[in-house]
């Protein structure tokens, strides 16, 4: 994909007018027309509830026009059993109505958070290394509950207020026309206000989401353990602790900053409101004085209707920039759904049944994206740039081209950066090729169905992750139904059952953050475990190049040995074990195969291998047999 393939994310700025595309609704209402029969239940118990609302400043005009100066206990009694009665319905109504709409509101956020967290996990791995995962989290946690927020808040508001408008203003046009128009003239001084307001609110309320995301991705950064660790060794407490103030205290100022303009604004709504009920009682005491059509409970029950009226309506007023405020969180989600996969099937993929194992690299070559893409929007309103994978070079593989027979051990070395790591991530489709193929048993990967491919292929990163699980978890996830047997099985092949044995729990242990509680080198030991209990056809490995001590050397090359046995292996090797074992070896310098053949091939050749071998491999034996 080109570099401005991310793109098309939603910009607030200040100057900004509010926008709400019939796309964007329609999407919304994607997620809540599986619930329409909930929301339908929550609109008619929000019509049934309005309209008794509107019943009861009814009931004082009759009891202070009729019931008083009659002196009628029987219709007193009654005034007085219907203002009971009528907030005891109404809250019965209000109970129908909050489990209606919790239904609908849980149900959207599962369905948002399902389909984002899918989405998330077929993302490239381009994707994971240019962005937080706190920014992420964010997006999962509190942009899917401000969209729910949106369905189950904001329009079920505005439907509640298009009702309450409209009884309120026939009850109170059939009461007294005059008045009522006396109480709409005030309307006018808000109502500027009022969107000025909103647009204030909406362009607050991104800010907070944005701030908010930032401050996760900061947590997550630094509060897990390898973060934790790096803080430590290099005494940046207190930096840290002045960077999470830095955002923190943006969060901060924008909620007062979001507290003060909302009630600034609901201030002015009470003042106009104040004008309004005053205008009433004026007016309306002038009419009752000079005129016998008029009583004092046409006064009051007018002057009680308009607080509600006024509430409505100032909502109404700002309905366009509100809808567009509240749906700010469905235009974050969709900010992460709209962003293209680049690793996907074909359409008609292959799947992979008899696996022979042959690997054929033809003629490929690769490049990360070096163009800047666009990404998840920034607090200023701007788009966030995220870079690929800094390379000091155009292309990260140049001409690869070899093959690797069935059952045989291909051994990748060369200088740090030179390209092997690229190379591996192109056969389980971490990353596809620019130009050229990669084959499996004859077939283009790109052919391949993605689970089918990942099933045919195990990989021992250098870095290796655990999940916050137990180690029976933990080596499950290779084999979700192995048998505890099958278990033992393979972590004896890797040589780590007996330390798991020792353990009290054994192989109910947790391991904790990202596996913390074992050495790096019974880390790796587990990690060889996983991969044979997955038992697949292809193997790429990654030795790792940490300096252990010689009986974790000896134990890992032992576990290495069932591994790598009767498979299809490329490994980039660190050991001169490996080295020696290989079927082929390909020197790999600046993306290109420079030499390529067995041991005593390249050493005759007086080419980089035999440098290499000289000041790495060599030197690596002799001093892991001098610690022996």
């Known amino acids: 994909m080109n570099g401005g393939g991310w793109r098309g994310f939603v910009r607030a700025n200040e100057d900004e007018q509010p926008t ?35 019943i009861t400043p009814l009931l004082v005009r009759h009891l202070i026009d009729v019931a008083i100066p009659e002196r009628n206990l029987g219709r007193l ?55 937080k995962s706190g920014e992420l989290v964010s997006r999962l946690n509190n942009d899917v509950v401000g969209s729910q927020r949106a369905v189950t808040g904001t329009l079920i508001t505005l439907i509640t207020n298009v009702i309450t408008v409209s009884i309120t203003l026939f009850i109170m046009l059939t009461i007294e026309w005059r008045l009522t128009l006396l109480a709409l003239l005030v309307l006018p001084l808000f109502m500027l206000p009022a969107r000025r307001v909103g647009r204030i609110v909406r362009n607050l309320t991104r800010s907070q989401m944005q701030a908010n995301g930032e401050m996760n991705g900061l947590m997550g950064e630094t509060l897990n353990v390898s973060g934790a660790l790096l803080v430590k060794i290099f005494g940046r407490r207190n930096d840290e602790v002045a960077k999470f103030s830095q955002h923190a205290g943006e969060v901060r100022d924008l909620g007062i900053r979001t507290a003060l303009v909302m009630r600034s604004f609901f201030v ?40 509600g009226l006024y509430g409505a309506i100032s909502t109404l007023v700002n309905t366009r920039v509100e809808l567009a405020s509240s749906l700010v969180s469905f235009e974050r989600v969709f900010e992460i759904l709209d962003l293209p996969l680049e690793i996907v099937d074909a359409e008609q993929p292959q799947i992979l049944q008899t696996i022979r194992g042959e690997v054929q690299f033809e003629h490929v070559w690769f490049r990360y994206q070096a163009d800047e893409i666009n990404s998840l929007s920034s607090r200023d309103g701007q788009e966030t740039t995220v870079i690929s994978p800094i390379t000091t070079r155009e292309w990260a593989l140049s001409d690869i081209d070899f093959t690797a027979k069935p059952g045989q051990l291909v051994a990748l070395v060369g200088p740090s950066g030179a390209g092997k790591t690229s190379l591996t991530y192109l056969l389980p489709r971490l990353y596809d090729p620019s130009r050229g193929r990669v084959l499996i048993d004859g077939i283009d990967v790109r052919e391949l169905e993605l689970d089918s491919l990942g099933q045919a292929i ?27 047997a099958e ?32 050495s790096g080198g019974e880390k790796q030991r587990i990690a060889i475990a996983r991969v044979i209990l997955k038992n697949p056809r292809i193997l790429v490995l990654d ?51 420079l030499e390529r053949g067995t041991h005593s091939e390249l050493l005759a050749q007086a080419g980089l291998y035999a440098q290499l071998y000289q000041t790495q491999f060599k030197e690596r034996e002799q001093a892991l047999e001098q610690r022996a």
């Open 20 to 54: 709400i595309s019939r796309m964007l609704l329609q999407r919304v209402w994607g997620y809540a027309r599986p619930y329409r029969s909930g929301i339908i239940v929550v609109l008619i118990t929000i019509f049934i509830g309005t309209l008794l609302d509107r």
């Open 77 to 131: 009694n009654l005034v007085a059993v219907g203002l009971v009665a009528i907030p005891l319905i109404g809250g019965l109504l209000d109970i129908l109505q909050r489990r209606h709409s919790s239904l609908v509101g849980e149900g959207i956020i599962f369905d948002l958070r399902r389909a984002l967290y899918s989405h998330m996990q077929r993302m490239s791995l381009r994707f994971f290394t240019s962005t």
């Open 268 to 307: 002015m709504v009470g003042l106009v409101s104040a004008v309004g009920v005053t205008s009433v009682y004026w007016f309306g005491g002038y009419l009752a004085i000079t005129s016998d059509n008029f009583s004092t409970g046409d006064i009051i029950a007018l002057a009680l209707y308009l607080p």
């Open 458 to 484: 195990g990989m021992v990163t250098q870095e290796t992750f655990l999940f916050h699980e137990s180690l029976r978890a933990n080596l499950r996830y290779a084999k979700p139904d192995a048998t505890d």
């Open 487 to 518: 278990l033992e099985a393979a972590c004896r092949a890797a040589n780590i059952h007996d330390l798991i044995a020792s353990l009290p729990n054994g192989y109910d242990t947790v391991v904790g953050e990202r596996g913390y509680r074992f």
């Open 543 to 593: 030795e790792a190049t940490s300096a252990l001590d010689s009986r974790s050397e000896a134990l890992i090359q032992a576990a290495l040995q069932p591994l790598l046995k009767d498979r299809t292996s490329i490994v980039i090797a660190h050991r001169l074990s490996t080295i020696l074992a290989a079927d082929l070896i390909l020197v790999v310098d600046q993306g290109r195969v």
